[in-house]
């Protein structure tokens, strides 16, 4: 079983949506058993749209619950040094176009790249991983090859909100 890295705000982000959940659990049972009580099954819209959702919020959970284990928390203040790993932040030049971009390398379940999180296990995060300022890399993207220079790699120890 291979790990996930995950930092240890996302970790707690993690533990903290599980519990929602769960606690969702009393309210679908109860939807379920007052949709239970008007009748025919059959055609009861509201019984088989509790029931969808019960199957959704159990799935949720139960893939939740089996990631846990394969987290490796990263405490992201720690980090530092000239490699691109889990944690830096990167600034990225097009250089066909000269158009720069930043981005903060996070495990798959942290990315989010309207706010610049990307995962290490993307195209770019891989072809990163390992590289230095200076260090160009060619990313094989769904709309063709593109050629970055690095511009800079920080650790800044947060996670970007």
């Known amino acids: 079983m291979s790990s996930i890295p995950i930092s240890v705000q996302g970790f707690e982000n993690i533990k903290k949506e599980l519990d929602r959940l769960k606690k969702e659990r009393p309210e679908v049972i109860k939807a379920i058993a007052e949709a239970r009580e008007e009748g025919d099954l059959k055609e009861n819209g509201g019984y088989h749209a509790a029931r969808e959702r019960q199957g959704m919020l159990e799935a949720k959970i139960n893939y939740i619950e089996s990631r846990i284990p394969q987290f490796q928390v990263i405490d992201i ?25 930043t981005y903060t390398l996070m495990g798959p379940d942290e990315s989010d790249f309207k706010k ?35 511009v800079e790699v920080e650790f800044k120890g947060i996670v970007p909100a």
């Open 77 to 101: 203040s720690t980090l530092k040094g000239p490699k691109i790993t889990f944690g830096a932040t990167v600034t990225l030049e097009n250089i066909e176009t000269g158009e720069n971009k």
């Open 116 to 150: 610049g999180l990307i995962s290490i296990e993307s195209p770019v995060g891989k072809a990163l991983l390992g590289k230095e300022e200076g260090d160009e890399i060619v990313v094989n993207a769904p709309k063709g090859r593109i050629e970055y220079g690095i």
